[in-house]
């Protein structure tokens, strides 16, 4: 036996009997790991992992409320664009109601008008007939007074006698040419 | 340090030697060790250096990973939270869910770390020791949760209430409750602590044991033909190795697995 040995085999008597030193300084290493985990560097990690979880947490809230922004907005959009189909449809069809309807007062403007200078024309010219033939009859009454007054050789100043037989007269001629027409 | 204080073996004796000293086969003595330094009674030897640079080891690497934690997390960063979320998720919540059980998340995930890497220089080249192997450390950790879970009982029951949570006491049992209570009461009061603590130190104990045995087979089977034997016990050296290397892990995940449960029984109604 080396001198160790017999030195340990005096020492090491049961080894389930926990020696007092080494309990103390195992209590204390465990002590000090202890107080700096749990007062420090664990409180340290867990807020920086709270923030992590929260950061992460709120990243996708945040995606959530963009996308449902968006697709609010999308619809939006549609409707608006569908609203605009059906305004542009329905302004389309009145222009084109609108259209039509003008044409039509147009042409029954155009009509009227039409008409309305046709028998002015026609009123014009009856007008225009009687006073040819008024201001004729006249003219060949005092043509002819004149005439007859040169060839009977007196004036014949009676005016009421004169046109009373112009009349006659022409109204002879007159139904001459009907009779002849 | 010189060898005695480190290794706790004899160096100088191999196999087919002509001094004919023997295998220094490892035992007991093995976990005894020449103390570093003493003050007055008090020795300072190997495991208790083991034991406080495992807290230099722990408290450095959070200091370092969680003392400026960032939002985006840096890769040393990254590795604490998965060892920390490996307990708080992982034990914690588990067993004890996560409203009832973010109060003992410091105290769980100290004790992992702690019996983890404690565990771990079993198998760290010149240290080559598990402190838990010295059956104070564990026994120092395990009375920690002893007395958490035995202050919560009472706190949570009554003196009354606490007392029927521990024994399971239960009036449906009828003839056999005196004994019912009496097998309880022994098993959770008193065996409890112990087998929490052995559970640990014997592993650790038993394991340091087999490495020794292999090591310094490898060590002493190194002369003449000796070398070939030498060769398959330094394979299972490494073999061992690795297989420690599971075993801390799992021992220390199982103390803390245990505690939690320890915490849970004492918050939860007694049925």
Not at chain 1, 116 to 121: K, L, M, Q, R, S
Not at chain 2, 30 to 52: H, T, Y
Not at chain 2, 120 to 125: A, D, K, M, Q, R
Request: glycine residues 6%; proline residues 4%.
């Amino acid at each position: 036996m080396n001198p160790l040995v017999q030195l340990a085999a005096e020492e090491a008597e049961n080894p389930l009997i926990p020696p007092i030193p080494e309990l103390i300084i195992g209590l204390i290493a465990f002590a000090i790991v202890f107080i700096f985990l749990a007062k420090k560097l664990l409180p340290n990690i867990n807020k920086v992992l709270d923030e992590r979880r929260e950061a992460i947490e709120g990243g996708m809230e945040k995606a959530e409320a963009t996308q449902a922004e968006a697709q609010q907005t999308l619809e939006q959009y549609r409707e608006q664009l569908s609203e605009a189909r059906h305004e542009a449809a329905r302004l389309r069809q009145e222009a084109q109601e609108q259209g039509a309807a003008l044409i039509a007062e147009m042409r029954a403007e155009g009509q009227r008008q039409r008409e309305d200078i046709v028998t002015a024309g026609h009123a014009q010219i009856a007008a225009d007939r009687k006073a040819a033939a008024q201001a004729l009859r006249q003219d060949v009454g005092k043509l002819a007074t004149d005439l007859a007054g040169k060839l009977v050789g007196e004036s014949l100043e009676d005016t009421a006698r004169q046109s009373r037989t112009i009349d006659r007269f022409l109204d002879e001629l007159e139904e001459k040419a009907e009779a002849t027409r | 340090m010189s060898a005695d204080q480190v290794l706790a073996f004899e160096t100088d004796c191999h196999i087919f030697d002509s001094s004919h000293c023997g295998f220094p086969s490892p035992g007991l003595h093995s976990f005894v060790f020449e103390p570093i330094f003493s003050i007055g009674s008090f020795d300072f030897n190997k495991p208790m250096l083991l034991a406080l640079l495992s807290t230099v080891v722990v408290v450095g690497f959070f200091w370092a990973a969680f003392n400026r934690p960032k939002l985006v997390p840096g890769k040393l960063q990254m590795i604490g939270e998965a060892g920390y979320d490996f307990v708080r998720r992982g034990i914690v919540y588990e067993s004890l869910g996560k409203k009832q059980g973010e109060k003992y998340v410091p105290l769980l995930v100290s004790l992992f770390f702690m019996v983890w890497i404690m565990n771990l220089w079993s198998i760290v080249p010149v240290a080559q020791f598990p402190v838990t192997s010295i059956i104070a450390f564990p026994a120092g950790m395990a009375a920690i949760v002893y007395v958490t879970w035995m202050t919560l009982t009472f706190k949570t029951h009554g003196f009354v209430g606490g007392l029927k949570n521990i024994t399971g006491y239960d009036k449906s049992l009828g003839a056999v409750l005196p004994m019912a209570v009496g097998i309880e009461f022994f098993s959770n009061v008193l065996v409890r602590p112990f087998t929490h603590t052995v559970r640990l130190f014997a592993n650790m104990f038993a394991g340091h044991l087999l490495l020794l045995m292999f090591t310094i087979a490898s060590w002493y089977l190194l002369n003449d033909v000796g070398i070939a034997y030498a060769g398959v016990s330094f394979v299972m050296v490494i073999v061992l190795t690795a297989f420690e290397l599971f075993i801390q892990a799992v021992q220390a995940y199982v103390f803390v697995v245990l505690a939690a449960n320890y915490i849970q029984g004492a918050l939860a109604e007694h049925h």
